[in-house]
C-alpha cells in the first residue's frame, strides 16, 4: 500500500496519478458518510472516511483494518488536518486525534509514506 | 535563479529570504518587494520592525501591494528580488473591497511567473496555511484554494523549492545557493 498525505489543495491526487499510472476510474472520493469503495486502486480524502467513522461511534484507526485485504495494494490519500489551533468543538477535535491515529496506524502498514508539499513529494518512508 | 520558500508563520522564512536575495545579489542590485498594505497600528508597527531587519542589507524597496506589471516590470527595475509574501498579494488583489475579485488569482499567478521570468533572481515567500482541522467558509477555503494553486504553480517553476519549519531547511527541488 502507498499513502500519500499532505495539506489542502497541494496536488497529491494529481502526483498519485501521474506516479502510480492511475486513470480518473481508479480514483474513489471518501464522502462523510458510507465506506471506501475499495474496488477502486486509489482512495482519497480518507480524512473524510475518519469522519465517517466517528459519526458512527467508530474509532477510524480501527474500523480501516477491516479492509485491510482490500487496501494491501492501494494507493491512499489523505489531507493532513493535524496542524492550527485545537479546535473548539469536540467532534472536530476527535476528529483531528482519529484522523491522525488512522493515518499513523497506516504508515506502519505502507509500503511508502509520500508527503506531497506545493506539488512536489517528500518521501518519508 | 527563482526560489520559492514556504512553511509556518515565524519559521524564519523572511530572514532565509533576506540572505538568499542578498547572496544572489552580489554587488549587484536588490529590490524589497513590499506587498502589504498597511491598515492599522499594528501593521505599521510590523512594517518598522521588518524594515529594521533590513538595515544595511542594501535593500531598495519597491511597493508592491497590487500589481507588480505596475511597480516592477513596467518600470523596468531589475536585478534580485525578495517577493514577500505571495499570501499578501492574493489577497490585496482578491479582497479589494467589498466585494472578491474572482479574476484575481489567475492574474496574481501570471504576474508572478512574469516576475519569475523577467527577473535576474527572485525568491518568492509564501505561507503553507494548508494542515488544520478548521472547517472554513467557502470564502476563505476560495482563497486558501487560490494561494495553493499559486504556490504549485510557483513550485514547477521555480529552480529551488523549500519549507521551512523552525528555522530549519527541507529542500523539495534543487539546491538552495547558500
Given at each position: 500500500?502507498?499513502?500519500?498525505?499532505?495539506?489542502?489543495?497541494?496536488?497529491?491526487?494529481?502526483?498519485?496519478?501521474?506516479?502510480?499510472?492511475?486513470?480518473?476510474?481508479?480514483?474513489?472520493?471518501?464522502?462523510?458518510?458510507?465506506?471506501?469503495?475499495?474496488?477502486?486502486?486509489?482512495?482519497?480524502?480518507?480524512?473524510?472516511?475518519?469522519?465517517?467513522?466517528?459519526?458512527?461511534?467508530?474509532?477510524?484507526?480501527?474500523?480501516?483494518?477491516?479492509?485491510?485485504?482490500?487496501?494491501?495494494?492501494?494507493?491512499?490519500?489523505?489531507?493532513?488536518?493535524?496542524?492550527?489551533?485545537?479546535?473548539?468543538?469536540?467532534?472536530?477535535?476527535?476528529?483531528?486525534?482519529?484522523?491522525?491515529?488512522?493515518?499513523?496506524?497506516?504508515?506502519?502498514?505502507?509500503?511508502?509514506?509520500?508527503?506531497?508539499?506545493?506539488?512536489?513529494?517528500?518521501?518519508?518512508? | 535563479?527563482?526560489?520559492?520558500?514556504?512553511?509556518?508563520?515565524?519559521?524564519?522564512?523572511?530572514?532565509?529570504?533576506?540572505?538568499?536575495?542578498?547572496?544572489?545579489?552580489?554587488?549587484?542590485?536588490?529590490?524589497?518587494?513590499?506587498?502589504?498594505?498597511?491598515?492599522?497600528?499594528?501593521?505599521?508597527?510590523?512594517?518598522?520592525?521588518?524594515?529594521?531587519?533590513?538595515?544595511?542589507?542594501?535593500?531598495?524597496?519597491i511597493?508592491?501591494?497590487?500589481?507588480i506589471?505596475?511597480s516592477i516590470i513596467?518600470k523596468?527595475y531589475?536585478?534580485?528580488?525578495?517577493?514577500?509574501?505571495?499570501?499578501?498579494?492574493?489577497?490585496?488583489?482578491?479582497?479589494?473591497?467589498?466585494?472578491?475579485?474572482?479574476?484575481?488569482?489567475?492574474?496574481?499567478?501570471?504576474?508572478?511567473?512574469?516576475?519569475?521570468?523577467?527577473?535576474?533572481?527572485?525568491?518568492?515567500?509564501?505561507?503553507?496555511?494548508?494542515?488544520?482541522?478548521?472547517?472554513?467558509?467557502?470564502?476563505?477555503?476560495?482563497?486558501?484554494?487560490?494561494?495553493?494553486?499559486?504556490?504549485?504553480?510557483?513550485?514547477?517553476?521555480?529552480?529551488?523549492?523549500?519549507?521551512?519549519?523552525?528555522?530549519?531547511?527541507?529542500?523539495?527541488?534543487?539546491?538552495?545557493?547558500?
Open positions: 500500500m502507498d499513502l500519500v498525505i499532505g495539506g489542502a489543495f497541494q496536488g497529491k491526487t494529481q502526483w498519485a496519478i501521474h506516479q502510480f499510472g492511475l486513470t480518473e476510474g481508479d480514483i474513489f472520493v471518501c464522502g462523510e458518510t458510507g465506506n471506501p469503495d475499495f474496488s477502486h486502486r486509489c482512495i482519497t480524502h480518507l480524512e473524510n472516511y475518519a469522519l465517517a467513522c466517528l459519526h458512527l461511534g467508530e474509532p477510524p484507526e480501527a474500523a480501516i483494518f477491516a479492509w485491510q485485504n482490500q487496501w494491501a495494494t492501494a494507493v491512499l490519500i489523505c489531507d493532513d488536518i493535524s496542524c492550527g489551533v485545537v479546535p473548539l468543538s469536540a467532534q472536530e477535535r476527535a476528529w483531528r486525534e482519529g484522523c491522525g491515529r488512522m493515518l499513523s496506524a497506516l504508515a506502519q502498514q505502507a509500503d511508502t509514506v509520500t508527503r506531497i508539499f506545493c506539488g512536489l513529494p517528500q518521501r518519508l518512508k | 535563479m527563482t526560489i520559492l520558500l514556504s512553511g509556518g508563520a515565524k519559521n524564519g522564512k523572511s530572514a532565509l529570504a533576506q540572505q538568499l536575495t542578498c547572496s544572489l545579489a552580489g554587488i549587484g542590485p536588490r529590490y524589497y518587494a513590499a506587498t502589504m498594505i498597511p491598515r492599522d497600528e499594528e501593521d505599521f508597527a510590523r512594517i518598522a520592525r521588518h524594515q529594521k531587519e533590513r538595515e544595511g542589507l542594501g535593500f531598495t524597496t511597493l508592491c501591494g497590487k500589481s506589471f505596475h513596467n523596468k531589475n536585478g534580485s528580488f525578495l517577493f514577500d509574501s505571495v499570501t499578501a498579494l492574493l489577497a490585496n488583489a482578491m479582497f479589494p473591497g467589498s466585494e472578491p475579485d474572482w479574476a484575481a488569482p489567475k492574474r496574481v499567478e501570471a504576474e508572478l511567473l512574469a516576475l519569475a521570468d523577467w527577473a535576474q533572481h527572485t525568491v518568492f515567500v509564501s505561507d503553507a496555511i494548508y494542515c488544520d482541522t478548521g472547517r472554513y467558509d467557502w470564502l476563505t477555503q476560495a482563497y486558501r484554494q487560490s494561494l495553493a494553486q499559486i504556490d504549485r504553480a510557483l513550485a514547477a517553476r521555480c529552480d529551488c523549492v523549500a519549507e521551512l519549519c523552525a528555522g530549519q531547511v527541507v529542500v523539495y527541488k534543487g539546491a538552495l545557493p547558500v
